[in-house]
């Protein structure tokens, strides 16, 4: 068996998103979950790259010659929501000596496609351990938390235990291995305002229950120590200079006396370096105090995951979120100067044409600075999914149309309203939060400083795609 002949040496791919799609160079992030992969295989010896060809914008065949130059025995790729094409051809098309391990949410959600057609290997989960045994020689059938080929057949075996994973700490990541070291330009987000610039996780995976988000094929959330969170951020400001640093996590607060651990530490330590909170955190555990701390620690910019301006709508998602308890965040995080990013979602379960009027007045009255409408889209492995393919019909022709920004619904269902009028209020949104007269007013009192000057510009330049879109 392949796994008997170590030691092997490890290719780490990241596929390139944006190729044949309309996405701007202000949305190329480090990846970050390769990094962490890559710093345990190098803390034990193993020798790894990684190639990011979404950066580099490369193609399948280019990433193919970079293989045949580097000379691997195993090619990682970690699938995303968009990529699969581009991962799937480069899998079919290496050469039979070379072992195919897919992770990311891809492999999480549909472990037995990805394999059928072309990996080896589908990591379920987390890929950090168990790339580690695969690169080390264990036998395959003593790796949980795979899905592999053997012959004709796909063996699947018993997940990790959740023990494991909790015990198991983050590696150091290899962010060395990254163009530029992963901490500046190509690599940069449409909010990005300073550089050198970088993004780390404090906790990874969501303990909410959201029918749509992919975070649920993980289906664990694990958390980080607050001295080990503060020790990272020391570390990528002494050696790389780092002036703005993005918390990744997908609920930053969902333990609110974590956060706040990690925050009076950054303020003990007085690292002058600006935060910001892109990916969003819970409006609902947010009081003053915290958002106080916050602004000490250098917060710049928060983002909210709202969704919707209807009460029932959000019931059903279930967001265990108040509206009420929506405007106090927005309003403490205002309070304090900080910049505030609503993100919402057209076409939810039971929303009509009234229901996304009162999420776009919501985003309106509430005085959010940046608003963001996207188009409800279903991911494998989701309740969402699963809905559709018992009462609904998708409109892709494969996964990678899976973009919130695409502009079109990708399925319809009774239960949720028509594509043409999801299309409709997505214009409409757009048009009626940034082009009205109070909104205009607002943001030119904002724009104190270079950095806001050109976030606006970047963004006046999106919205007005979104209203050319057909």
């Not at 909170?277 to 106080?292: D, K």
Request: hydrophobic content about 40%; aromatic content about 10%.
């Amino acid at each position: 068996m392949f796994q008997d002949s170590p030691p092997h040496k490890v290719l780490l791919v990241q596929p390139n998103y944006a190729q044949g799609k309309r996405h701007t160079k202000y949305s190329v992030t480090p990846p970050l979950g390769l990094c962490y992969i890559a710093g345990l295989l190098e803390e034990k010896n193993i020798p790894v790259e990684i190639l990011d060809a979404n950066a580099l914008n490369l193609t399948v065949d280019d990433v193919l010659q970079k293989i045949a130059q580097i000379k691997p025995t195993i090619v990682g790729i970690s699938i995303l929501m968009t990529g699969y094409k581009f991962a799937m051809q480069i899998a079919q098309k290496l050469p039979q000596n070379i072992l195919s391990v897919a992770g990311g949410a891809y492999a999480s959600a549909i472990p037995e496609e990805v394999i059928s057609e072309g990996f080896d290997i589908a990591v379920k989960g987390r890929g950090e351990y168990v790339m580690l045994e695969i690169a080390s020689g264990k036998s395959l059938d003593e790796i949980p938390g795979i899905f592999y080929r053997q012959k004709n057949e796909i063996v699947i075996n018993p997940p990790r235990p959740l023990e494991d994973l909790r015990s198991a700490p983050l590696p150091k990541p290899a962010r060395h291995l990254l163009i530029n070291d992963g901490v500046n330009k190509p690599y940069r987000l449409a909010g990005t305002m300073y550089f050198p610039w970088a993004p780390v996780f404090t906790s990874i995976g969501c303990p909410y229950q959201c029918y749509w988000c992919s975070k649920k094929v993980f289906d664990r959330f694990l958390s980080r120590k607050p001295e080990d969170v503060v020790a990272e951020i020391k570390e990528l400001i002494r050696n790389y200079r780092v002036k703005e640093i993005d918390i990744y996590d997908d609920c930053f607060n969902a333990n609110l006396e974590r956060a706040e651990k990690i925050l009076d530490l950054l303020i003990k330590e007085n690292l002058n370096v600006k935060l910001r909170f892109p990916n969003g955190i819970r409006a609902n555990n947010v009081n003053r105090s915290f958002m106080g701390k916050m602004k000490k620690a250098g917060c710049i910019e928060i983002a909210y995951g709202l969704e919707s301006g209807d009460q029932e709508i959000l019931d059903k998602i279930p967001k265990n979120l108040r509206l009420e308890d929506a405007q106090k965040a927005i309003k403490y995080t205002k309070d304090f100067g900080i910049l505030t990013v609503g993100f919402f979602i057209l076409g939810l379960r039971g929303d009509t044409e009234i229901t996304m009027r009162k999420t776009i007045d919501f985003a309106k009255e509430s005085e959010v600075d940046v608003a963001f409408f996207s188009i409800l889209t279903p991911y494998p492995g989701t309740p969402l999914w699963s809905s559709i393919e018992k009462g609904g019909k998708f409109f892709i022709k494969d996964f990678d149309d899976l973009h919130q920004s695409g502009g079109k619904m990708l399925f319809s269902h009774p239960d949720f309203p028509s594509p043409d009028l999801v299309a409709r209020m997505q214009k409409k949104s757009y048009r009626d939060f940034y082009f009205s007269p109070q909104y205009l007013f607002r943001r030119l009192m904002r724009l104190r400083n270079w950095s806001y000057l050109t976030l606006n510009i970047r963004g006046l330049a999106e919205i007005i795609k979104t209203q050319f879109k057909k």
